[in-house]
């Protein structure tokens, strides 16, 4: 049981990574270049608009740091622990961030930066959804902390430590899952502009409704061993 967790936990987890590289090449080509799966340009973006006094761009970006947020509280209301265990609302978690994504791709479509505010509520769901597995830090929207994890991994190592290859190979599937997901997002912009976001929404979708099947066949071959 615990190696088909562990299965399903690098698949999803290099989905998560697909489907958030995909939005962030979206928002860095459509967004005015600004990346929307996390917060940390965003943050230096609206300092430099309270030095220039730039109002109306520094309360944009308040309110997409305070959708992200929303989007954080509203995963913690649904699954509350960050480690992952099988059994929790992660579909219903993934189906609400596919539905936003879609109404992000609407208000874009329509020249409206209310699109902005649902497709960072989106990213900052998905980002506090899964966070530790087996003591492994799982991170799917954004890669910094990926990337020093394995240069403290193989400085480590350096120093006569054993290294991790199980957690190293994980971290690897997640920055490949995301580059995939930017080359996705970059190609589909191109040809369909904010359109492109339909591929993130109903991807998301379609990992809810697999892990509600994964769940219901799981409960059906419990009720066989009872």
Same mark, same amino acid.
Request: charge should be positive.
């Given at each position: 049981?615990?190696?088909?967790?562990?299965?399903?936990?690098?698949?999803? @987890?290099?989905?998560?990574?697909?489907?958030? @590289?995909?939005?962030?090449?979206?928002?860095?080509? &459509?967004?005015?270049?600004?990346?929307?799966?996390?917060?940390?340009?965003?943050?230096?973006?609206?300092?430099?608009?309270?030095?220039?006094?730039?109002?109306?761009?520094?309360?944009?970006?308040?309110?997409?740091?305070?959708?992200?947020?929303?989007?954080?509280?509203?995963? &913690?209301?649904?699954?509350?622990?960050?480690?992952?265990?099988?059994?929790?609302?992660?579909?219903?978690?993934?189906?609400?961030? @596919?539905?936003?994504?879609?109404?992000?791709?609407?208000?874009?479509?329509?020249?409206?930066?209310?699109?902005?505010?649902?497709?960072? %509520?989106?990213?900052?769901?998905?980002? #506090?959804?899964?966070?530790?597995?087996?003591? #492994?830090?799982?991170?799917?929207?954004?890669?910094?902390?990926?990337?020093?994890?394995?240069?403290?991994?193989?400085?480590?190592?350096?120093?006569?430590?054993?290294?991790?290859?199980?957690?190293?190979?994980?971290?690897?599937?997640?920055?490949?899952?995301?580059?995939? @997901?930017?080359?996705?997002?970059?190609?589909?912009?191109?040809?369909?502009?904010?359109? #492109?976001?339909?591929?993130?929404?109903?991807?998301?979708?379609?990992? %809810?409704?697999?892990?509600?099947?994964?769940?219901?066949?799981?409960?059906?071959?419990?009720?066989?061993?009872?």
């Amino acid at each position: 049981m615990i190696n088909k967790i562990s299965q399903w936990v690098k698949l999803g @987890g290099f989905s998560l990574a697909l489907l958030a @590289g995909c939005v962030n090449a979206i928002g860095l080509l &459509g967004f005015s270049h600004q990346a929307v799966s996390h917060v940390t340009g965003t943050v230096s973006l609206l300092s430099l608009a309270i030095i220039n006094q730039d109002l109306s761009v520094a309360s944009h970006l308040f309110f997409i740091l305070v959708s992200f947020t929303l989007g954080s509280i509203l995963s &913690g209301v649904l699954i509350a622990n960050n480690a992952f265990k099988v059994g929790k609302r992660y579909g219903f978690a993934l189906f609400i961030e @596919g539905a936003f994504i879609y109404l992000a791709m609407h208000y874009l479509n329509n020249s409206s930066y209310v699109g902005h505010y649902w497709v960072s %509520a989106a990213c900052g769901l998905q980002n #506090a959804m899964i966070s530790t597995y087996s003591g #492994a830090l799982i991170r799917t929207t954004h890669m910094t902390g990926l990337f020093t994890d394995i240069g403290v991994m193989i400085g480590s190592h350096f120093r006569g430590y054993p290294l991790d290859k199980k957690r190293l190979n994980l971290y690897l599937l997640l920055i490949i899952g995301f580059m995939f @997901g930017g080359v996705i997002g970059s190609l589909t912009y191109n040809s369909y502009q904010f359109s #492109a976001l339909l591929f993130p929404s109903l991807f998301s979708i379609c990992l %809810a409704i697999i892990y509600w099947l994964y769940l219901y066949t799981l409960f059906r071959a419990k009720k066989r061993s009872v």
